[in-house]
């Protein structure tokens, strides 16, 4: 099957009728707004810290977020399976997938690493705060690794399983995450900038 060529080839290319498609495209784009939401109004109203305190349902947020990345992960592979196969040299297709893949996974993990468990899952709306601003390797040459890093992620698997579809949810993806971080990054320092007393902040 030879590959498709032109604006007029993208019909072909992606299966606008099946409804996983946009199963996916809705996880991937629920998962930013709901924690943007729920966050705000920790922030503001401290709903869920007045319930069971701020690591607590921190925690609980963190592993709802967790979980909900799983999902979309899942949902975006059904999807994949169900969009037309467009197949590639077994190793330009194995070595780019694996490359991207490894190394986007790569940045998510070792953000999570210099970040922790709080910096990570949306610590700072539940004024659990960093000690100081985090600038090693990879924030060291990226702003906002994890986001990155998973956009790589969609990216690879589209290339592994060789689906021209998946390239243009990837699109989505990081137009979604660059949504997202105009109100992440603003909002962030605001909560920083309204901190009076450095270091992290302990709420039980």
């Known amino acids: ?34 924690w943007n939401l729920i966050g705000r ?22 592993v709802s977020i967790f979980l909900a990345g799983l999902l979309r992960d899942v949902l975006y592979r059904i999807a994949l399976h169900d969009q037309p196969r467009y197949p590639l040299p077994y190793e330009i297709q194995a070595i780019l997938a694996w490359i991207i893949f490894g190394a986007g996974n790569f940045l998510v993990v070792s953000a999570y690493f210099q970040l922790g ?23 060291s040459i990226l702003d906002n690794p994890m986001y990155f890093g998973a956009e790589m992620c969609f990216v690879g698997a589209a290339l592994w399983y060789e689906r021209p579809a998946g390239l243009l949810v990837a699109l989505y993806v990081h137009l979604t995450y660059a949504v997202a971080l105009r109100f992440e ?13 450095p270091g992290i902040q302990k709420h039980e």
């Not at 080839?9 to 498609?21: E, Y």
């Not at 610590?123 to 600038?135: A, C, H, N, P």
């Open 1 to 34: 099957m030879s590959l498709p060529r032109g604006i007029d080839d993208i019909p072909t290319i992606v299966d606008w009728s099946q409804t996983s498609l946009y199963v996916s495209l809705f996880s991937i784009a629920a998962s930013p707004l709901l």
């Open 41 to 62: 109004n920790e922030y503001k109203n401290r709903t869920l810290t007045k319930l069971i305190g701020a690591r607590t349902a921190c925690f609980i947020l963190g």
């Open 117 to 139: 468990f709080w910096g990570t899952f949306c610590g700072d709306y539940f004024s659990i705060l960093q000690e100081k601003r985090v600038t090693g390797f990879p924030f």
């Open 185 to 197: 990054g603003p909002f962030t320092a605001m909560v920083y900038a309204n901190h009076k007393s």
